[in-house]
């Protein structure tokens, strides 16, 4: 209406009418929402600057509401305002063309020689793009990207699929990276043997999974809320025992670089690509792998739990060997990454493993799409990709320190418009609309009632 | 009434080859007895239905058969055909399943985000050996097990008559379709008994008859044993070999359906008594 409104004001500009419409227009609902939105863009450029000093306090907010940086957020505040504003406009007609395009997308898209040839055309372009890149974006596609993609499949599994809240991920990451150490003689406390850094996957896998055992097979009993907190802890645990351990070297880190890892007479080094093209393999295999699963009898027996464990247990599924399964699953996974991380890097502390990995980790898979392979990876190269582009490039609006202010706001966003994510699942979206409707519950995590 | 006031009637009399027995079973919750010394066995084959008015513990009891509550005294047995008795008492209600007993909820307990074809193929695949390593690499005997649950799969939803909404959501049947439903699912796992509660609650008429006659197909095709919790009096009468009745959870009557209709402690727990 605003800009119709608006056109109509110009016209027939009587002045005192015109003013009352004026008037109208600036206090309207739309205009208050484009005030807020402002307001948010600008409170964000303040939180987001630079701190003051003793001498001059107020340099901060001076500097924080800078020339360039402060148009930036003004314009994100100004988008925030056309998307609250006009998605309930255009939405309905944008889904009337979504519903005429699908039918005859989807028969191009189920076409196997068509799917097929787009995953050859990614996998060429993923094999050969980064060739093309620059020291410091291959860097930022193994470290930041290739680890945390296969790190959020990993928790996609536990939460996703098997809905079991885990906020203590990363933990079995760190039990990977420190067993790569360990067996590499990298700790203070040194190995009965020493074995190189490729072997250290499956013993990093296998030390990482028999963790996620020993942690879910207790714990798993719980319910909902109760889980959260135990693995919340089991993650702190493991962070503290790193941390003040001699073993480990505390809070120093490892006491000597982790060796690279060695093919023959090739040593890999620093190099970003042979760890890139080791990690894409590895993803390859776990999107193969996990995509299998989730449409088998252990997929399907994982979603009956999180929908209704009760008639999940009356039909005979054992719910907690399948809640351990997914956490082993998961914590496999994330051990694997570790081994990786830990021989990539050569050098880590336990500031690594802290608790806030594990919620950005969360963040990636819930912003992607719970329950949705290509949702979570999406999601995850996305969100990790962005703070990396603002390091490289230097941008004087976002400083990467500040993500995970975006990131809240970035899921307070997404709750509100696309609470399933921004590829969602399937069987997901349907939980979803269906708690909307008020048919049962859209989560295993909101705990239904025990006992009928 | 106070306990002492109920008539009690062995409702394990009579049974020569049973399926389960319930023996002395007493079921409490803090300070309220829900389950009160009860023992009834079901015959082989036979459709025995509990009755009795609300909160008599006729839910409850099928919760202590099925694992989800626990007994504080006495046994419950099943007696696998051809097999070792088992005990029921220790068993988690997974294990329940497994040992051949599958059971419908009294407010219908589907997976509603999946399709009917897939509800049914939960249970189905549930006795398969193969494991999620299997499944990621594909392997022959993975594959072979899928196409045998694909096919019984089919097979049950056409023997509930659901065939046509193989590929429905759950949550859009309709509420006799869902009983159905429901009813296929537990058959999926190949009991040897069939506890149903309520199946008949919330349906119209013309879904009751046709209820009635998936339960006694149930019962004669496959040669299931069905127990049955129902308030629905003309499906208890026309279905059930045998009546047991529970009022503040012990047995006041049993017998058969003309047995039961004409007891005089069954006709004052249901109306009162002077």
Redesign the interface.
């Known amino acids: 209406m605003s800009a119709d409104a608006l056109g109509a004001v110009g016209g027939r500009a009587r002045l005192p009418g015109g003013l009352t419409r004026a008037y109208a227009i600036a206090t309207g609902t739309d205009a208050k929402r484009l005030y807020s939105s402002l307001v948010l863009g600008l409170v964000l450029a303040l939180m987001t600057g630079p701190a003051g000093s003793v001498t001059a306090p107020t340099s901060g907010i001076h500097h924080a509401l800078l020339a360039p940086r402060v148009f930036g957020f003004l314009a994100f505040g100004l988008v925030v305002w056309l998307l609250l504003t006009f998605s309930g406009r255009v939405g309905p007609r944008l889904r009337g063309v979504r519903q005429r395009v699908a039918a005859p997308a989807r028969a191009v898209t189920a076409h196997r020689t068509v799917r097929w040839s787009w995953y050859a055309v990614l996998l060429a372009a993923l094999i050969l793009v980064p060739r093309l890149l620059t020291g410091a974006y291959q860097q930022l596609l193994v470290d930041q990207i290739g680890i945390y993609v296969l790190l959020a499949l990993g928790l996609n599994i536990v939460i996703g699929f098997a809905g079991l809240l885990d906020l203590g991920y990363i933990a079995f990451f760190a039990v990977g990276a420190y067993t790569t150490a360990y067996f590499t003689g990298s700790l203070p406390a040194k190995p009965p043997f020493e074995v190189t850094p490729f072997l250290c996957f499956p013993l990093g896998v296998l030390f990482a999974m028999l963790a996620g055992v020993i942690l879910g097979a207790p714990t798993l009993r719980l319910r909902g809320d109760y889980l959260a907190i135990v693995t919340l802890g089991f993650g702190e645990i493991i962070y503290d025992v790193a941390n003040n351990l001699k073993q480990t070297g505390g809070p120093q880190g490892v006491a000597k670089t982790v060796p690279h890892f060695v093919f023959g007479d090739y040593h890999w080094k620093l190099a970003n690509l042979p760890y890139w093209y080791l990690l894409l393999g590895i993803l390859v295999a776990v999107v193969?792998?996990?995509s299998?699963?989730e449409n088998?009898?252990?997929g399907?027996?994982w979603?009956?739990i999180r929908?209704?464990e009760?008639?999940?247990?009356?039909?005979?599924?054992?719910?907690l060997r399948y809640k351990v399964?997914a956490f082993a699953?998961g914590a496999s996974t994330s051990g694997f990454a570790g081994v990786l991380f830990a021989s990539k890097n050569g050098f880590f502390d336990p500031g690594v493993f802290t608790e806030q990995i594990s919620i950005l980790i969360l963040v990636l898979v819930i912003f992607g799409g719970m329950g949705s392979i290509w949702g979570t990876i999406v999601g995850a190269a996305v969100l990790q990709f962005l703070p990396g582009y603002f390091r490289i490039s230097g941008s004087s609006v976002f400083q990467p320190q500040d993500i995970y202010i975006y990131v809240g706001f970035l899921l307070i966003i997404m709750m509100i418009f696309r609470p399933q994510g921004l590829i969602p699942s399937r069987?997901?979206a349907?939980?979803i609309g269906?708690a909307e409707a008020g048919?049962?519950s859209a989560d295993a995590l909101a705990a239904p009632g025990s006992?009928? | 009434m106070t306990e002492t006031q109920v008539p009690r009637v062995d409702a394990a009399a009579g049974v020569t080859d049973p399926v389960l027995d319930v023996d002395h079973v007493t079921l409490r919750f803090g300070g309220v007895t829900s389950i009160n010394d009860l023992t009834l066995a079901q015959q082989r084959g036979e459709i025995l239905a509990v009755i009795g008015p609300n909160g008599a513990g006729k839910t409850s009891l099928f919760n202590c058969i099925t694992g989800v509550y626990r007994p504080q005294a006495g046994s419950i047995t099943l007696h696998p055909e051809g097999g070792k008795p088992r005990s029921l008492l220790r068993a988690k209600p997974s294990k329940v399943n497994r040992l051949g007993i599958a059971r419908t909820f009294q407010n219908i307990r589907l997976f509603n985000a999946l399709s009917a074809y897939e509800n049914v193929k939960i249970g189905v695949e549930s006795r398969d050996r193969a494991g999620p390593v299997s499944a990621m690499l594909g392997l022959p005997n993975y594959r072979r097990e899928e196409r045998a649950s694909d096919a019984r799969t089919r097979e049950l939803l056409d023997f509930v008559g659901l065939r046509d909404k193989a590929n429905e959501l759950a949550a859009s049947l309709s509420y006799g379709s869902l009983r159905r439903l429901e009813i296929a699912r537990a058959l999926g796992t190949s009991p040897q008994l069939l506890l149903l509660d309520e199946p008949a609650a919330g349906t119209n008429p013309s879904e009751k008859n046709e209820l009635t006659a998936l339960i006694r197909k149930v019962s004669v095709e496959m040669g299931v044993s069905v127990l049955l919790i129902e308030h629905d009096m003309r499906l208890v009468m026309s279905l059930a070999t045998r009546i047991v009745v529970l009022n503040f959870g012990s047995a006041i009557a049993a017998g058969t359906p003309a047995e039961v209709q004409a007891d005089e402690a069954v006709i004052a727990a249901y109306l009162g008594s002077a």
């Open positions: 193969i792998g996990v299998r699963l088998s009898r252990t399907r027996a979603t009956a929908e209704d009760v008639a999940a247990e009356a039909s005979g599924i054992p719910a399964m699953f069987r997901r349907r939980e269906m048919i049962g006992a009928p």
